[in-house]
């Protein structure tokens, strides 16, 4: 895996104060995206220990509620193995932490992900330009969805996902 960035006390990428680990890699390429520099899943840096430590360092402080996975996509190809691995490892070392996830994926499609079990919010669906709204919260377009992923697992199969926020 490689990302672009690590972000300290985000306050845009999900509830509470934050870390954001940008990942290098996006099949869906959104007309206008804020970032398009991390389409590439060969740009960017080698995810290593030291940037595993740099998170785990954020993570530590109680003033930070959690960490928000970004990109690019954490659901690329090139990301997901290792993503899922840091997430279940995050998870387990931080158990009062949320993780949030933003992808292009959307929900019907991504809900049976194995890592999808260590996602506490997930923001859906592509970027679509014509949609944007900058009154919204924690999304760029009107049709992604702020989803709370585990009340939304928990439900039968074939319901739309419970929201965590309207808009």
């Not at 520099?37 to 960017?44: A, F, H, I, M, R």
């Not at 690329?76 to 993503?83: G, K, R, T, W, Y």
């Amino acid at each position: 895996m490689r990302y672009h960035d690590i972000t300290k006390d985000d306050m845009l990428n999900g509830d509470g104060l934050r870390v954001v680990l940008w990942v290098a890699g996006c099949a869906h390429c959104c007309k206008e995206c804020q970032n398009p520099v991390t389409w590439d899943p060969d740009g960017g840096l080698l995810f290593d220990e030291s940037a595993k430590q740099e998170i785990f360092d954020q993570l530590d402080k109680d003033y930070i509620s959690g960490i928000t996975f970004s990109g690019g996509d954490p659901l690329h190809p090139a990301n997901s193995l290792e993503v899922k691995e840091l997430m279940r490892e995050i998870r387990e070392k931080y158990p009062n932490k949320t993780i949030w996830l933003y992808t292009g994926g959307e929900w019907e499609a991504i809900r049976y992900l194995p890592l999808m079990q260590y996602v506490d919010v997930c923001v859906d669906g592509e970027f679509i330009n014509e949609l944007k709204d900058v009154k919204l919260r924690w999304k760029g377009s009107s049709n992604q969805r702020v989803i709370n992923v585990q009340a939304s697992l928990r439900q039968e199969d074939g319901m739309p996902p419970i929201l965590y926020c309207e808009n």
